[in-house]
């Protein structure tokens, strides 16, 4: 029924499952979790999620690098380097990239040219980009727009409705983490109740951003239920509601059936 579209599941604390990340997915499927989408964040990420992906049909995931990696990892994402290694069918999106003033400032210029780049990659692939951003909302949206790309997700959306509309006029989706459901985040909450349904995704970012009632513990994909139940709430739909509308637009984004 649910769908994690954003999970670092080479990050996982699998204290729970004695090491086992096959554990930690059947538990989230316990929990009606239908789908995961494994997210990269270097260039070598791509070789344990495509290992993960072989052993589970419902696991995809992303080959891309993030905005707070180096200068040089960010350089060798090139986008001849990006197709090549998105060649898989099991290569649902490029990303995670886009930019972060928040954590780094030292390498905005490669920030924004990579993140370009990984657009491009997208483009040439016909497949999403996953794009994160922080303290830079309105670079990210420029590129965005410089780029002609309307083809992604703005993940654990966090921003204001200026942001979410400029991208979703673009034509992406917007992704919510469990930041929606913590109790200061009305605001938030106010924003996503404006996001056209058929634009809402749902994700975990785990291990990180746990959401309430487990907020302040180590985050994983069996917890998204919980932030569908927090959308439930905003948009006056049933837990299944969401579920299911959040699923389907999963699979639009990415023509699986």
Not at 228 to 254: C, H, M, P, R, W
Request: net charge negative; aromatic share 8%.
């Amino acid at each position: 029924m649910f769908v994690d579209t954003h999970c670092h599941l080479t990050l996982l604390n699998l204290d729970a499952y004695q090491g086992s990340i096959d554990a930690a997915l059947q538990a989230a499927r316990e929990n009606g979790v239908s789908k995961f989408m494994g997210i990269s964040v270097s260039l070598e990420d791509h070789l344990a999620l495509a290992e993960i992906a072989a052993r589970h049909s419902d696991v995809g995931y992303s080959v891309g690098v993030h905005p707070c990696e180096d200068e040089a990892a960010m350089k060798m994402a090139t986008v001849e380097r990006l197709v090549a290694l998105a060649q898989s069918e099991k290569v649902w999106a490029l990303g995670e990239t886009g930019l972060d003033y928040f954590h780094s400032t030292d390498y905005v210029a490669e920030q924004k040219q990579c993140f370009a780049r990984h657009i491009q990659a997208s483009k040439l692939l016909k497949k999403p980009v996953v794009v994160h951003t922080r303290s830079a909302k309105h670079d990210t949206v420029d590129i965005i727009r410089a780029e002609q790309s309307s083809h992604g997700i703005l993940h654990c959306f966090t921003e204001d409705w200026a942001t979410a509309k400029a991208v979703l006029d673009c034509g992406y989706y917007i992704s919510f983490s469990g930041i929606v459901s913590f109790k200061n985040a009305q605001d938030l909450r106010d924003v996503a109740k404006q996001v056209p349904l058929d634009r809402l995704l749902i994700e975990t970012d785990s291990p990180y951003l746990a959401p309430m009632p487990y907020r302040g513990k180590s985050n994983e994909p069996k917890f998204v239920p919980y932030v569908a139940k927090a959308l439930s709430e905003v948009y006056d739909k049933t837990l299944e509601e969401i579920g299911l509308i959040t699923t389907q637009n999963f699979d639009n984004l990415l023509n699986l059936k």
